[in-house]
């Protein structure tokens, strides 16, 4: 399917602290892309949005897009948006973004093992370390150099 995006995204939160860290591995074809951020504090639901709507933010526009992610907060959302369960009452400003990403495009979220040499643990790995500078240093967005993307493991 040369019309189909492939997104792999992990988050992690460190509910001590509040601080919380996203990373995503985008695949259009062969060519990869992927950033990693954070926030000092926040809810693991704004992590899980923030990173969602980032990684949307970089999938071209008119394509399928396909979510993976081992994390039910990122899988859920378009059952929230959809109104199944409570309605958001928190950082409506990013389901407001995610709606916008998502609209006019077909996207399907499935559930990813985090599995060694994966894209999914790749990813989990650097939202990990997003989570430890957010929490020392604060909100910050940073694009994962292309020399470590070529180690995600995506498959071919």
């Known amino acids: 399917m040369a019309n189909l995006i492939r997104i792999w995204i992990e988050t992690t939160h460190n509910a001590a602290f509040r ?3 996203w990373a995503y591995v985008l695949a259009e074809g062969s060519a990869l ?5 954070g926030e000092r504090t926040g809810s693991p639901e704004r992590i ?3 990173g969602l709507t980032e990684a949307l ?3 071209p526009v008119g394509m399928a897009v396909e979510v993976l992610s081992s994390i039910p907060l990122v899988r859920g959302a378009p059952q929230r948006m959809a109104g199944a369960g409570e ?3 928190e950082d409506l400003e990013l389901w407001a973004q995610l709606t916008t990403a998502l609209k006019g495009r077909s996207a399907r979220f499935e ?5 060694p040499r994966t894209p999914t643990a790749f990813a989990t790995a650097w ?4 989570r430890d500078k957010a929490k ?8 994962i150099p292309k020399v470590n993307l070529a180690k995600a493991g995506v498959p071919a």
Do not use: D, H, Q, T
């Open 33 to 37: 892309s992927g950033a990693a951020g």
């Open 19 to 21: 601080s919380g860290g």
């Open 48 to 50: 899980a949005l923030a």
């Open 87 to 89: 309605p958001p009452s």
């Open 111 to 115: 559930a990813a093992a985090n599995a």
């Open 136 to 143: 020392s240093a604060g909100a910050f967005r940073a694009a």
């Open 127 to 130: 939202a990990e370390l997003a």
């Open 57 to 59: 933010k970089g999938a």
